[in-house]
């Protein structure tokens, strides 16, 4: 039986991953809905001391959604809020990967970037400002992030990467339309659709895969 911890284990995506994963195995939850703070250095590191694991998912993320974007554009957003995708979305990530390497002699980590984080997001899938460009930023730190600890914690730890496109759930009608029209497979991701994926990564299937980012969009990065 695999033991897992996964961050963001109550959000859209790591419910979904959580729920695949109890099926099968032991899962140690962590998320800010739990009490988690894993912007707190000292709690990371109290977290990871107490809670000993074979594989790390992290899902945990600063996003922005749509719809609640408030108009704003590269040219209006505040600094502070570009620093808060850099903070949660990057730096706690660092804190989070190394606390589980110094407390593991060896493990898998899987860390979690975006298709906007391998390229530009499409000014025109956007009627009410633009995705904060701080989210792409972040996530594309993500892969190079997940590319530095895989040489540098080999050959004890593997450290890959998942990039998602956009997973169905709320969205206006209007949008998914814009949005499954440029995805070659016409269609956003289902949720459930990443499980697989992550249980190969979770496995020795994937012994000498480290240092990878994998695409899992439809498509949508290969225009």
């Not at 995506?13 to 729920?19: D, K, P, R």
């Not at 996003?63 to 949660?88: A, C, M, P, Q, R």
């Not at 899938?125 to 930023?137: D, S």
Request: with cysteine; glycine share 10%; net charge neutral.
């Amino acid at each position: 039986m695999r033991k897992i911890i996964i961050t963001g284990s109550s959000g859209l995506i790591g419910s979904e991953v959580t729920s695949y994963f109890k099926a099968t195995d032991k899962v140690i939850e962590c998320d800010l809905s739990l009490g988690h703070d894993l912007n707190n250095e000292s709690f990371v590191k109290n977290f990871f001391k107490k809670n000993k694991a074979d594989y790390l998912i992290n899902v945990f993320a600063l996003n922005h959604h749509i719809g609640k974007d408030g108009g704003e554009t590269l040219l209006d957003i505040s600094l502070d809020s570009f620093d808060d995708y850099l903070k949660v979305n990057l730096t706690s990530l660092f804190s989070v990967c190394r606390e589980f390497a110094r407390n593991n002699s060896k493990g898998s980590i899987v860390n979690f970037s975006s298709t906007y984080g391998c390229g530009s997001p499409i000014p025109s899938m956007y009627t009410n400002g633009e995705k904060h460009i701080g989210y792409g930023v972040s996530k594309a730190g993500v892969i190079q992030l997940t590319k530095h600890l895989a040489v540098h914690l080999a050959p004890n730890f593997r450290v890959n990467c998942v990039s998602p496109g956009g997973v169905e759930f709320n969205q206006d009608k209007e949008f998914i339309k814009r949005y499954s029209n440029h995805a070659p497979m016409g269609r956003m991701m289902k949720v459930s659709e990443l499980n697989g994926l992550l249980s190969f990564l979770c496995s020795k299937e994937s012994s000498y895969m480290t240092g990878e980012n994998l695409k899992i969009d439809g498509g949508w990065t290969s225009w």
